[in-house]
């Protein structure tokens, strides 16, 4: 009976395992596709507290830009484009919401470096972004930057770059997955996108 037992347990947690393992690179992910919703959960803002993602994203259509971390020059550039086409973002009726790996304390640092006005959310435990699907493992040669910036909560994962534009309920109308970190959908593609999801 203890041997079944066993065998049932170590069954068990390899599953789990395996449920809550993340890819080994970032062209492995299996990203959320248009018309699914996305998850809610808890993140943390700069200030350290809750913030219920739904109740953000009902108040208006939203932009999920899910970067990197502060410590990526790639990810800043394209937050501070995005900074500088905000006000065309919000002409269109969406609000941007950037979402990392770092811990709340470095978003402040990140919105003050890179002129950033709009909201900046913490997902160092991972939750979302692996809900979402653009998880992937994290090369060794990366693993002590992301424990750092997101103060040792995070040591093995990183999120491919992605936006993702959805409604207030939830629901995704577009996405822009780049498996090369390198690449960014540009302010000026962004903007034509919305305005083709308002006519």
Request: net charge negative; proline share 5%.
């Amino acid at each position: 009976m203890k041997k079944l037992l066993f065998i049932f347990l170590v069954t068990l947690t390899t599953v789990a395992d395996a449920q809550n393992a993340v890819p080994k690179s970032a062209t492995d992910i299996a990203p959320l596709l248009i018309g699914e919703k996305i998850p809610d959960i808890i993140l943390k803002s700069s200030e350290g507290t809750d913030v219920q993602l739904a109740d953000l994203l009902k108040k208006k259509k939203s932009i999920l830009v899910f970067y990197r971390g502060g410590w990526c020059p790639y990810c800043n550039m394209h937050l501070q484009a995005l900074a500088e086409a905000e006000k065309q973002i919000l002409d269109q009726g969406f609000q941007i919401i950037a979402i990392s790996p770092d811990a709340p304390a470095n978003l402040k640092t990140t919105a003050e470096k890179d002129k950033v006005g709009y909201t900046l959310l913490s997902d160092s435990q991972g939750e979302l972004i692996k809900a979402v699907g653009i998880a992937f493992e994290a090369p060794e040669n990366y693993k002590s930057v992301i424990s750092v910036h997101s103060n040792g909560v995070n040591t093995n994962f990183l999120p491919v770059p992605s936006v993702f534009v959805v409604n207030t309920e939830n629901e995704i109308l577009f996405e822009y997955i780049a498996p090369d970190f390198k690449h960014r959908i540009s302010a000026e593609l962004l903007v034509s996108v919305l305005k083709s999801l308002n006519n």
